[in-house]
């Protein structure tokens, strides 16, 4: 199983920068996938960014030009996020899938983008 762990939320005012981390452990090894997710109060989780072991990036057209995800050593991924506005609020989640199409999902880091 792989497990998740998050870090990097916080407050800040909009036009700020904030960077999420999230470290995998466990059979860190059979990841295929990574990304980060998002859920604002009263709303569905979205998918925000995510990235495959060729490089290959896809975000949702709310971030693009805005955040960057990135990987390193297979078993770290994270979100820089420039730009912030108030929309930007929620709860966001590291995702990762494995080779064998296992989910494994973070327990979540608090973004708040506020004056």
């Known amino acids: 199983q792989v497990q998740l762990v998050e870090s990097g939320g916080g407050l800040v005012q909009p036009g700020g920068s904030l960077r999420l981390s999230c470290a995998a452990s466990?059979?860190?090894?059979?990841?295929?996938?990574m990304g980060w997710f998002r859920q604002a109060p009263g709303k569905q989780r979205e998918l925000v960014a995510t990235?495959?072991?060729?490089?290959?990036t896809n975000y949702a057209d709310s971030v693009q030009g805005r955040f960057t995800i990135s990987r390193e050593n297979a078993k770290n991924v994270y979100l820089q996020m420039n730009n912030l506005k108030p929309e930007d609020t929620a709860v966001y989640y590291c995702?990762?899938?494995?080779?064998?199409?296992?989910?494994?999902w973070g327990q979540g880091t608090q973004v708040t983008v506020s004056s």
């Open positions: 995702y990762a899938r494995t080779i064998r199409a296992d989910e494994a």
């Open positions: 990235i495959q072991p060729n490089g290959n």
């Open positions: 466990g059979s860190w090894n059979t990841i295929y996938k």
